[in-house]
């Protein structure tokens, strides 16, 4: 059905940068969104960024404007999150969704299928 992999977490320092990369498997169907989500220790799961896979359309969380860029290559189905000037705050474990729906969405109970997830830290 659908499998997603998650890669490109680690330790960074404030102010570097990191890219997430998501693999996804995805049969039987053209028209779907996937969406980047983070849960940091103590919190629950918000959403970071979304992308129409075929549409291009995105929604980034404010709190990331200007720093996180979400990109998709339809060709190979993959789905990245390029991080720069990250902060502390962002340390989390990231995870990738997909959503059967060509809109994106920020609000996890919109997608039906998760990643395992995968750990940023931002620390010095």
């Known amino acids: 059905q659908v499998q997603l992999v998650e890669s490109g977490g680690g330790l960074v320092q404030p102010g570097g940068s990191l890219r997430l990369s998501c693999a996804a498997s995805i049969f039987g169907s053209d028209y779907y969104s996937i969406g980047w989500f983070r849960q940091a220790p103590g919190k629950e799961r918000e959403g970071v960024s979304s992308i129409s896979f075929s549409l291009g359309y995105k929604f980034y969380k404010d709190s990331v404007k200007g720093r996180f860029t979400i990109s998709r290559d339809n060709t190979n189905n993959m789905v990245y999150l390029q991080m720069n000037s990250l902060k502390p705050e962002d340390t989390a474990v990231y995870y990738c969704?997909?959503?059967?729906?060509?809109?994106?969405?920020?609000?996890?109970?919109?997608?039906?299928?998760w990643g395992q997830g995968t750990h940023v830290t931002v620390s010095s």
């Open positions: 969704a997909v959503r059967n729906s060509s809109w994106p969405s920020l609000f996890e109970g919109d997608y039906d299928y």
